[in-house]
């Protein structure tokens, strides 16, 4: 089975603090993408990479980073955290895109709370 | 850019009954791909259905069924004999061919009544 894993659950940052939300899949995918949800919102793109030290801005990149060192990780770093960023942050990876309908596997999700 | 519009923030639906939650899209593209994915108090999002824009035929996986209008760029999906375990949020989402990244609706979270 993929298996996307993100490395906590639940977190709570202080104001100003840096942030690391690590999400790591373990089958040799080149994509990777990092997905923000908000109630009413649905899921909004932040940054997504499709190969090692590659990457592109989704939807609202602003407040954010990412790094893409191992083809198995894919970091979000808030630089400096502010209470708007108090949300769930969802990792996802879907294979290669040889096939006509594939489907992107998910992380289970960071609840970041910003205080 | 594509848009996806869940217009049903939430609904809810008697154990067993049978329920459909609306979905429609915006693109200019003629090919694409579509998606319902349910998120449960698990927060793991599973994969329920999908549907590729080139076929007519409507999508079917036991319960779970889509009706496909692609004139009126509107997915809905049905669940029929609802279960407990049906409740969740779920998320109507589209991809074009050849990108790999998912636009999604707002979602709609979905109760079950006993």
């Known amino acids: 089975d993929v298996k996307v894993t993100q490395s906590s659950r639940y977190l709570v940052k202080r104001t100003g603090e840096k942030v690391f939300l690590e999400c790591v899949q373990d089958?040799?995918?080149?994509?990777m993408f990092w997905y923000r949800q908000d109630p009413g919102l649905g899921l909004r793109l932040i940054y997504f990479?499709?190969?090692?030290?590659?990457?592109e801005k989704g939807d609202i990149p602003e407040g954010y980073s990412v790094s893409r060192e191992k083809k198995e990780r894919f970091s979000l770093i808030l630089e400096s955290a502010s209470t708007n960023q108090t949300s769930m942050y969802l990792c996802?990876?879907?294979?290669?895109?040889?096939?006509?309908?594939?489907?992107?596997?998910f992380g289970q999700g960071t609840r970041l709370t910003v205080v | 850019a594509q848009t996806v519009t869940q217009s049903q923030p939430e609904m809810s639906v008697q154990e067993a009954e049978t329920v459909t939650l609306s979905c429609t899209y915006d693109?200019?593209?003629?090919?694409?791909?579509l998606f319902w994915y349910k998120q449960p108090p698990s927060r793991q999002m599973i994969l329920v259905i999908r549907?590729?824009?080139?076929?007519?035929q409507n999508a079917t996986e036991n319960r779970f069924s889509v009706n496909f209008q692609k004139a009126a760029k509107s997915f809905s999906l049905k669940i029929s004999d609802s279960q407990l375990g049906d409740a969740a949020m779920y998320f109507c989402?589209?991809?074009?061919?050849?990108?790999?990244?998912?636009?999604f609706g707002q979602g709609t979270r979905l109760t079950i009544n006993p």
């Open positions: 693109t200019s593209e003629s090919d694409y791909y």
């Open positions: 089958m040799d995918h080149e994509n």
């Open positions: 996802a990876s879907p294979p290669p895109n040889r096939g006509r309908d594939t489907e992107a596997f």
């Open positions: 990479s499709y190969d090692v030290k590659m990457k």
């Open positions: 549907q590729e824009a080139y076929k007519q």
């Open positions: 989402a589209y991809r074009s061919p050849g990108a790999q990244k998912l636009v």
